[in-house]
């Protein structure tokens, strides 16, 4: 109960007190105080400028008059005040001029204004200024010719805009980024300005930072003076050497606008103060050159595959399918990004199972420089063709780089990435044939192993297909069938054509009707014979040409006959064997064996005669 | 007479059992050998089946084996295809003829075909003899029972997809039967070797001493155009030919 009201209360407290924290933090102060010029003749007037900027109200605020008798006069002062909100807080200033006329020849300082505020006290920087003599010279200096005005005004220049080299540091290693800034330091106004030179930086490789628009201005107060200053370029060098190196000068024009030197007492000075009215005058600036000292990296802790990485990275490893296919392509995407020179940087080689075919990585590189380092990344994607199925592992890839924040070497590993390859369907492209021959060198794979399968032992080229087996196995069935189908389409022509049927049986009935007119031969009873013999011959004519029984007449067959186109000769022969058959059985009873046989004779020859014939 | 004649064919029975049981003991004797490492006996016992003028590809496959082991590179190649050619459609077959012939020396650049002939190529290639024969058998055995159910069962003509069904068999067969046709008459008319020999000169002539055109090392594959006395005409898949002594090389 206790512990958790204690819980309770810590956080609003813990806010209170940041809160109050903050509100101290309001009631400080920033005094700023500013001269119009570090040099100032004797009797001539001089400014001094007191900001006082801070959060609270300030109507109380009085600060303390400097004292300056010692060189100077006071000889009045102005105040003004000004308030604003920005970014919701509200901000109140107040600025208190005062005015004093030189009395003294020498250098003095002015000592810190301070100012108080509820019992605190904030004071301002000291500020130097020089006293010079040469006042009386100035009437007649405005007398001559308009040459000394320029001199003076050059003179000025010098002192009242420059450009600086600013490093952010002097002493690196090689790889390590140093940021080189220009820095324009201005008291006048300066419309325009233009690089006249790219300066060379042989032993560094340079980034330049890219500037959104017109660079942004700042005060700056210098030796008591106010100063406008803006970074004109900005430059990362990434040393690539060690030793003494300098960063060459870079020289800008700049176009300023001057005032006219006049009388002051003229009624129209306040008037062509105007920037309006002034004229353009353009300065060559150049920066001062800066020697760097290039450290080498430290031998001790580097890691063999270093290549000369230094920065800040961090590395990402990727692939975009673990389960492929053989020859199927993956790819295998490697990022490193981070802080330090992306550009030169390089990736050693991954090690790749022996099967895969590798292809040259795509490297793609995105470098920002718009922030405040360099920035940016380095792609490298590997295009991997797995050639062979089976369980792959791609060893961890490292990247070693020199850790500036550390000051020592760093290995980043990521991966050990398992890739299943399965079979693919296209045997085509026998894929390792491709291979080159030092790939092929590399190849652990074995031969598959003896098959133990104790199959049949066939004679050497004797194939199936070769043997009389396979023929008889392809021919066969269509003969059988083919045989079938004749055999099939005759029956169906003995049951359907009756003069077919006839002609087919007239041999066979004829044959018949002949061998028993050859026993009636034999057993000597010539009336059978020869009934049997005409029967025989006027059976088969009948049949073979067709013939009703009822027109079974020597007369109508011997017609008939005729009309097949039997040649004459045959039909003669026909006609008088019937004839003769029929005189021997009816007239003469008892004839000689010699003409039966003859006559048998004659039927079997008429017979086949005709069976050509019909 | 007639007794005689039954005699002589049961002998040829028994010498053609007993030459097939040697043959496999022959066989499993090698196989025995490689086991345990002895790849000079394994391909003695091996070679020994092949001298019995008995084969299949499993003994051509191991003797591949055994001599891939023994470092003979072009003996290895030249049994894995005639393993190869008795069994195109087995894998290990497949698989160490091409470890094989990635260790070979030469590489003939083919020139480059169209994806889809290679790939019908391929396709044409692919079956085994068997299986397209025994394919083409049955599909011929369906066609012609399919046909004469017709004279048999008058009634089927009137079945639906009777008529597709037999001329679909038919069709089929015939494809089957062309592409069997084709690959039998290339089997046929086609002869292939090995380069047996670390490295052959290929001349211009089947002399000595004729016009060297280039070198071929042992394991590549040629076509044999033609034999003259103890030379061979060799054509390349890229399109060289040219002369090589018979001894240097290997049928397939």
Same mark, same amino acid.
């Given at each position: 109960?206790?512990?958790?009201?204690?819980?309770?209360?810590?956080?609003?407290?813990?806010?209170?007190?940041?809160?109050?924290?903050?509100?101290?933090?309001?009631?400080?102060?920033?005094?700023?105080?500013?001269?119009?010029?570090?040099?100032?003749?004797?009797?001539?007037?001089?400014?001094?400028?007191?900001?006082?900027?801070?959060?609270?109200?300030?109507?109380?605020?009085?600060?303390?008059?400097?004292?300056?008798?010692?060189?100077?006069?006071?000889?009045?002062? &102005?105040?003004?005040?000004? %308030?604003?909100?920005?970014?919701?807080?509200?901000?109140?200033?107040?600025?208190?001029?005062?005015?004093?006329?030189?009395?003294?020849?020498?250098?003095?300082?002015?000592?810190?204004?301070?100012?108080?505020?509820?019992?605190?006290?904030?004071?301002?920087?000291?500020?130097?200024?020089?006293?010079?003599?040469?006042?009386?010279?100035?009437?007649?200096?405005?007398?001559?010719?308009?040459?000394?005005?320029?001199?003076?005004?050059?003179?000025?220049?010098?002192? &009242?805009?420059?450009?600086?080299?600013?490093?952010?540091?002097?002493?690196?290693?090689?790889?390590?980024?140093?940021?080189?800034?220009?820095?324009?330091?201005?008291?006048?106004?300066?419309? &325009?300005?233009?690089?006249?030179?790219?300066?060379?930086?042989?032993?560094?490789?340079?980034?330049?930072?890219?500037?959104?628009?017109?660079?942004?201005?700042?005060?700056?107060?210098?030796?008591?003076?106010?100063?406008?200053?803006?970074?004109?370029?900005?430059?990362?060098?990434?040393?690539?050497?060690?030793?003494?190196?300098?960063?060459?000068?870079?020289?800008?024009?700049?176009?300023?606008?001057?005032?006219?030197?006049?009388?002051?007492?003229?009624?129209?000075?306040? %008037?062509?103060?105007?920037? %309006?009215?002034?004229?353009?005058?353009?300065?060559?600036?150049?920066?001062?050159?800066?020697?760097?000292?290039?450290?080498?990296?430290?031998?001790?802790?580097?890691?063999?595959?270093?290549?000369?990485?230094?920065?800040?990275?961090?590395?990402?490893?990727?692939?975009?399918?673990?389960?492929?296919?053989?020859?199927?392509?993956?790819?295998?995407?490697?990022?490193?990004?981070?802080?330090? &020179?992306?550009?030169?940087?390089?990736?050693?080689?991954?090690?790749?199972?022996?099967?895969?075919?590798?292809?040259?990585?795509?490297?793609?590189?995105?470098?920002?420089?718009?922030?405040?380092?360099?920035?940016?990344?380095?792609?490298?994607?590997?295009?991997?063709?797995?050639?062979?199925?089976?369980?792959?592992?791609?060893?961890?890839?490292?990247?070693?780089?020199?850790?500036?924040?550390?000051?020592?070497?760093?290995?980043?590993?990521?991966?050990?990435?398992?890739?299943?390859?399965?079979?693919?369907?296209?045997?085509?492209?026998?894929?390792?044939?491709?291979?080159?021959?030092?790939?092929?060198?590399?190849?652990?794979?074995?031969?598959?192993?003896?098959?133990?399968?104790?199959?049949?032992? =066939?004679?050497?080229?004797?194939?199936?297909?070769?043997?009389?087996?396979?023929?008889?196995?392809?021919?066969?069935?269509?003969?059988?069938?083919?045989?079938?189908?004749?055999?099939?389409?005759?029956? =169906?022509?003995?049951?359907?054509?009756?003069?077919?049927?006839?002609?087919?049986?007239?041999?066979?009935?004829?044959?018949?009707?002949?061998?028993?007119?050859?026993? /009636?031969?034999?057993?000597?009873?010539?009336?059978?014979?020869?009934?049997?013999?005409?029967?025989?011959?006027?059976?088969? /004519?009948?049949?073979?040409?067709?013939?009703?029984?009822?027109?079974?007449?020597?007369?109508?067959?011997?017609?008939?006959?005729?009309?097949?186109?039997?040649?004459?000769?045959?039909?003669?022969?026909?006609?008088?064997?019937?004839?003769?058959?029929?005189?021997?059985?009816?007239?003469?009873?008892?004839?000689?064996?010699?003409?039966?046989?003859? /006559?048998?004779?004659?039927?079997?020859?008429?017979?086949?005669?005709?069976?050509?014939?019909? | 007479?007639?007794?005689?004649?039954?005699?002589?064919?049961?002998?040829?029975?028994?010498?053609?059992?007993?030459?097939?049981?040697?043959?496999?003991?022959?066989?499993?004797?090698?196989?025995?050998?490689?086991?345990?490492?002895?790849?000079?006996?394994?391909?003695?016992?091996?070679?020994?089946?092949?001298?019995?003028?008995?084969?299949?590809?499993?003994?051509?496959?191991?003797?591949?084996?055994?001599?891939?082991?023994?470092?003979?590179?072009?003996?290895?190649?030249?049994?894995?295809?005639?393993?190869?050619?008795?069994?195109?459609?087995?894998?290990?077959?497949?698989?160490?003829?091409?470890?094989?012939?990635?260790?070979?020396?030469?590489?003939?650049?083919?020139?480059?075909?169209?994806?889809?002939?290679?790939?019908?190529?391929?396709?044409?290639?692919?079956?085994?003899?068997?299986?397209?024969?025994?394919?083409?058998?049955?599909?011929?055995?369906?066609?012609?029972?399919?046909?004469?159910?017709?004279?048999?069962?008058?009634?089927?003509?009137?079945?639906?997809?009777?008529?597709?069904?037999?001329?679909?068999?038919?069709?089929?067969?015939?494809?089957?039967?062309?592409?069997?046709?084709?690959?039998?008459?290339?089997?046929?008319?086609?002869?292939?070797?090995?380069?047996?020999?670390?490295?052959?000169?290929?001349?211009?002539?089947?002399?000595?001493?004729?016009?060297?055109?280039?070198?071929?090392?042992?394991?590549?594959?040629?076509?044999?155009?033609?034999?003259?006395?103890?030379?061979?005409?060799?054509?390349?898949?890229?399109?060289?030919?040219?002369?090589?002594?018979?001894?240097?090389?290997?049928?397939?």
């Amino acid at each position: 109960m206790n512990s958790k009201f204690i819980q309770k209360i810590i956080p609003p407290i813990f806010i209170l007190l940041i809160a109050m924290a903050g509100l101290l933090s309001a009631a400080e102060l920033q005094v700023t105080a500013t001269i119009n010029s570090n040099r100032v003749a004797v009797d001539e007037q001089f400014t001094i400028t007191l900001q006082v900027v801070g959060g609270g109200m300030m109507n109380s605020i009085e600060p303390e008059l400097p004292n300056l008798d010692e060189f100077a006069a006071y000889t009045g002062s &102005n105040q003004s005040s000004n %308030f604003q909100f920005i970014n919701g807080k509200m901000s109140t200033s107040k600025t208190i001029t005062y005015y004093y006329i030189a009395r003294k020849i020498g250098s003095f300082t002015i000592p810190p204004i301070p100012v108080k505020l509820k019992g605190e006290t904030f004071a301002s920087k000291p500020i130097n200024i020089e006293i010079t003599k040469s006042t009386q010279p100035q009437p007649s200096q405005r007398s001559n010719t308009g040459r000394a005005p320029q001199q003076q005004a050059s003179t000025d220049v010098k002192d &009242n805009i420059y450009l600086k080299t600013i490093v952010d540091k002097k002493k690196v290693f090689v790889g390590e980024p140093v940021t080189v800034s220009y820095v324009i330091y201005t008291a006048l106004q300066v419309t &325009n300005y233009s690089f006249r030179n790219k300066p060379n930086y042989g032993d560094f490789w340079s980034e330049e930072f890219q500037s959104k628009g017109s660079p942004q201005t700042s005060e700056k107060i210098i030796n008591g003076r106010r100063f406008l200053t803006a970074t004109l370029k900005k430059v990362v060098l990434f040393p690539t050497s060690t030793g003494k190196k300098s960063i060459p000068p870079q020289e800008v024009e700049a176009a300023v606008r001057m005032r006219e030197r006049r009388a002051r007492r003229d009624i129209f000075d306040s %008037f062509f103060d105007d920037p %309006f009215f002034g004229r353009t005058v353009n300065h060559i600036l150049k920066s001062d050159e800066v020697e760097l000292e290039i450290l080498p990296l430290p031998t001790a802790g580097r890691p063999r595959d270093f290549s000369g990485s230094v920065g800040r990275f961090s590395m990402t490893t990727s692939v975009d399918q673990n389960t492929v296919k053989t020859n199927d392509a993956i790819t295998l995407k490697i990022v490193i990004a981070g802080e330090g &020179n992306i550009r030169t940087m390089s990736l050693p080689k991954p090690k790749f199972p022996d099967s895969f075919e590798v292809y040259d990585p795509k490297i793609s590189e995105k470098i920002d420089r718009s922030g405040a380092s360099i920035k940016g990344r380095k792609t490298y994607e590997y295009l991997l063709v797995p050639r062979e199925q089976g369980q792959f592992r791609i060893d961890p890839i490292t990247f070693s780089y020199f850790d500036l924040n550390e000051k020592r070497y760093k290995t980043l590993s990521r991966g050990a990435m398992d890739i299943i390859v399965e079979k693919g369907d296209k045997r085509v492209s026998s894929p390792a044939r491709g291979l080159s021959k030092s790939e092929v060198k590399l190849l652990g794979k074995d031969i598959r192993y003896i098959s133990l399968e104790n199959e049949t032992f =066939e004679p050497v080229g004797e194939k199936f297909y070769n043997s009389l087996l396979f023929w008889f196995l392809l021919s066969g069935p269509i003969l059988v069938f083919m045989s079938g189908i004749f055999y099939r389409q005759h029956q =169906e022509k003995l049951g359907t054509n009756i003069a077919y049927a006839r002609s087919r049986k007239a041999q066979k009935m004829a044959n018949r009707q002949l061998k028993t007119a050859h026993t /009636a031969m034999k057993a000597g009873d010539v009336t059978l014979f020869y009934s049997e013999l005409a029967r025989a011959l006027t059976a088969f /004519a009948g049949n073979k040409l067709n013939v009703q029984e009822s027109a079974l007449v020597r007369d109508e067959l011997i017609k008939a006959l005729r009309f097949r186109g039997i040649e004459d000769e045959l039909v003669q022969s026909f006609d008088s064997v019937l004839q003769e058959c029929d005189f021997r059985r009816f007239a003469m009873p008892d004839a000689p064996e010699t003409a039966m046989e003859t /006559a048998y004779e004659n039927v079997n020859t008429l017979i086949v005669s005709l069976e050509k014939k019909l | 007479m007639k007794k005689r004649l039954v005699f002589i064919a049961l002998f040829a029975m028994l010498a053609t059992q007993t030459l097939a049981d040697e043959a496999t003991t022959y066989f499993v004797k090698g196989n025995k050998a490689y086991e345990s490492g002895d790849f000079a006996a394994a391909i003695a016992n091996y070679e020994h089946v092949i001298s019995l003028n008995e084969e299949n590809w499993h003994l051509y496959f191991n003797l591949g084996n055994a001599y891939f082991r023994s470092n003979n590179l072009g003996r290895a190649i030249l049994n894995y295809e005639r393993a190869f050619k008795l069994a195109p459609e087995n894998e290990d077959v497949q698989f160490n003829l091409e470890m094989a012939a990635l260790q070979t020396t030469d590489r003939i650049p083919l020139p480059p075909k169209e994806a889809y002939l290679v790939l019908l190529e391929n396709w044409f290639n692919s079956p085994s003899f068997s299986f397209l024969l025994y394919t083409t058998l049955i599909l011929y055995a369906t066609f012609i029972l399919g046909w004469a159910l017709r004279y048999f069962v008058p009634a089927i003509t009137g079945a639906p997809f009777y008529q597709f069904f037999v001329v679909t068999a038919l069709v089929l067969f015939l494809f089957f039967a062309s592409i069997f046709s084709l690959r039998w008459y290339n089997q046929a008319t086609k002869q292939f070797g090995v380069i047996l020999e670390k490295e052959v000169n290929v001349t211009s002539s089947p002399t000595t001493g004729a016009t060297e055109l280039f070198i071929l090392h042992e394991g590549t594959k040629f076509q044999i155009k033609e034999q003259a006395s103890q030379w061979l005409r060799i054509r390349l898949r890229d399109g060289k030919t040219g002369w090589i002594t018979a001894e240097s090389a290997g049928r397939i």
